[in-house]
């Protein structure tokens, strides 16, 4: 079980108004890549890894929950005073039409979100390197997400959250190495 603490792991901020970038944000908050779909991933393939990187997995699933949680905090600030033709200018009308100003897990294009996007093999190697790469599309998406704004304020959340994806990679390519490490050992009994 966890404790939650109330409040973000990094303070949210956004300088003004910008519904057409809560549009794209929403990509990581119900996207194939985004932060609703690591956790699961990452919660899911725990059960199936061995001792030494459950840890690991249990500790990234659950931070990527509160990265979920920062994103959502986003498209709330960036929307919470438009109005509804603003809302239609950036694409976000039929949202408006399903949801009102409710988030959904969807991608940025409104196709909600499919447990298709996860995957669990089995093997503990190769659901790790699924998770390095899911780990590489979301840095490129935040660092594509940071291109499309002038918003400082931001960035700066996005940056953070984009560095926290370098971290996670990292960490999974250790826990490659651990497991090879294990395979190849030779144990006689």
Avoid at 49 to 66: Q, R, V, W, Y
Avoid at 86 to 105: I, M, R, T, V
Avoid at 134 to 142: I, P, S
Wanted: with cysteine; proline share 2%.
């Amino acid at each position: 079980m966890w404790i939650y603490e109330k409040k973000l792991q990094y303070p949210v901020r956004v300088g003004k108004c910008d519904v057409r970038m809560a549009k794209y944000l929403i990509e990581q908050y119900g996207g194939a890549d985004g932060e609703l779909a690591a956790a699961l991933r990452y919660m899911n393939q725990r059960y199936s890894i061995p001792d030494k990187i459950i840890g690991l997995l249990t500790d990234i699933s659950t931070e990527e929950l509160a990265h979920l949680e920062m994103i959502a905090t986003m498209v709330y600030k960036l929307t919470k005073d438009a109005t509804v033709e603003q809302l239609k200018e950036a694409g976000l009308g039929a949202h408006y039409a399903n949801h009102d100003s409710a988030l959904y897990y969807e991608n940025a294009g409104g196709v909600p979100w499919t447990a298709a996007y996860i995957q669990a093999k089995g093997d503990p190697i190769a659901d790790l390197y699924e998770d390095i790469a899911a780990e590489e599309k979301a840095r490129a998406t935040y660092q594509w997400l940071i291109n499309m704004t002038d918003d400082v304020d931001l960035m700066d959340s996005l940056k953070f959250l984009r560095e926290r994806e370098v971290v996670h990679s990292q960490r999974f390519r250790e826990a490659v190495e651990i497991l090879k490490e294990d395979r190849e050992y030779k144990r006689v009994f």
